[in-house]
């Protein structure tokens, strides 16, 4: 199982997520952070458009989906073609468990 995690700075998750639903991706999970890429962010204008200000920070929305190693490239395609700007990590996922029916592994996501 992989851990795919995507930094969007702009709010495409709606996108994304039917995507992957047609690929019978089922769990997603969505956080709204704050954070800074490499491009700095859009310009704030203060007081009445007298004062510019630079944020430090912009929000950015992180999505995280685990997947069997044979859905991962079926899933970052469906990534790629659904957002138009951000990252896409990959992490191995060791062991996985549902506290519930305490099942493990592909049958735990």
């Known amino acids: 199982m992989i851990r795919i995690e995507v ?15 047609k690929i019978n991706v089922g769990g997603l999970t969505v956080s709204k952070k704050r954070g800074r890429g490499k491009n700095p ?43 138009t700007i951000g990252k896409i990590f990959v992490y191995p996922v060791l062991r996985a468990v549902d506290i519930k029916s305490g099942a493990e592994g592909q049958k735990a996501i």
């Open 41 to 83: 962010g859009p310009e704030i204008h203060a007081s009445k458009g007298t004062e510019i200000f630079i944020p430090q920070f912009s929000d950015k929305y992180v999505l995280e989906v685990i997947v069997d190693e044979s859905m991962e490239q079926d899933a970052i395609k469906i990534i790629k073609e659904n957002a």
């Open 7 to 21: 930094i969007l700075p702009k709010n495409e998750v709606m996108a994304v997520s039917e995507g992957l639903k």
